[in-house]
């Protein structure tokens, strides 16, 4: 069986990749995950806020008195609780990149246009295979327009791929008006593939002690839908390597991602919860599946559900929402 795929321009022996989680801070884990069986490794973000909380502290120790320095650094949240600082990260991809052979794809995370663009370059000089930009924002300002965000978004990919030469994907929300107008713009700005999608963890409210809480809830199966359906009605209308993240944990969540148009299918919810021997497993099922199903390649699968392809295109677009209204029986 043909599991063989390309993304982002890399041959992948298959299409499970580690996505970005904390199991990258740790090198046994790293090898764990190579030895399982992951045709590629995502290193965990390296966040705006962290760069920039470096790059004010570097300018208040060398240009300001102590005295302001005190005050004017805690304009800048504290990243004391993140695993790898600016600096360690670079060492860390070092560590990851020379202790495995798969590829290494590192992760830059932020929302603003500003110098922490630079890292990117830093990233592949580090000797990061790709590089996946999170473009991880949450707007609350009223005076800014959607259509700002979008163009400080795509200038972010611009000014990215005129810095680096390795493949760029743009991971993203759906949370926009018209996302397949801003992939199309985010691709012909150089993006190389698109990365769907980011989750936002919601922020909860303890009642009796006043306070917001943050959790972390893991993903579920799901929460695969929504990426089935933009994964469809992208994939065919877009040239771009694709990857889904978020709500795969079976092999048969994988079979409908490369269906609708997926090149890779990254996992990180279901390698926290089992370990990274899910990768061997996942991978014997997606090939016991397409055995089943007479399927000879991941190839001849990808794409076949599509909305250029599939049966009932408009399963897709606004005549599923009307007909699904419709349906319900008590």
């Known amino acids: ?32 995950l190579e030895d399982a069986g992951a045709a590629a490794i995502t290193m965990n973000s390296l966040f705006e806020e962290q760069i920039r ?26 990243t004391n609780h993140l695993a790898l600082g600016p600096e360690n990260y670079l060492e860390q991809l070092r560590r990851v990149k020379a202790a495995v052979s798969v590829p290494v794809i590192g992760s830059l995370n932020g929302s603003t246009l ?66 397949a ?25 303890d009642v009796e002690r006043l306070v917001v ?35 795969v944990h079976e092999a048969v969540d994988a079979v409908k991602a490369l269906m609708t148009g997926a090149d890779a299918v990254q996992l990180v919810s279901t390698l926290l919860a089992h370990g990274p021997s899910r990768l061997r497993t996942l991978r014997a099922e997606l090939s016991r599946w397409l055995e089943e199903h007479e399927y000879t390649s991941v190839t001849e699968l990808r794409g076949s559900m599509n909305l250029d392809t599939c049966p009932d295109p408009a399963a897709y677009e606004r005549a599923n929402y009307m007909l699904i209204l419709q349906s319900w029986a008590h």
């Open 114 to 179: 500003g110098g922490w663009l630079d890292h990117a370059r830093l990233i592949e000089q580090a000797g990061a295979d790709a590089l996946e930009l999170n473009v991880y924002a949450l707007a609350t300002d009223p005076r800014v327009s959607g259509a700002e965000i979008e163009a400080e978004t795509i200038e972010m990919v611009r000014t990215v791929k005129g810095t680096v030469k390795i493949p760029v994907a743009v991971k993203l929300s759906p949370f926009y008006t018209s996302l």
């Open 1 to 32: 069986m043909k599991l063989d795929t390309q993304y982002l321009g890399l041959e992948l022996a298959h299409p499970f990749i580690a996505g970005a989680s904390p199991l990258v801070d740790d090198l046994d884990n790293v090898r764990r």
């Open 53 to 78: 909380h470096e790059q004010m502290a570097t300018f208040f120790d060398t240009e300001l008195s102590g005295e302001s320095s005190a005050e004017a650094r805690t304009y800048f949240p504290s």
């Open 213 to 247: 809480e943050r959790s972390l809830r893991l993903s579920h199966s799901s929460e695969l839908a929504l990426r089935l359906r933009w994964l469809a009605i992208l994939s065919p209308r877009i040239r771009a390597s694709y990857a889904v993240t978020g709500g």
């Open 181 to 205: 107008h801003l992939a199309a713009s985010l691709v012909e700005a150089g993006a190389d593939g698109l990365v769907l999608f980011n989750r936002f963890y919601q922020p909860d409210i």
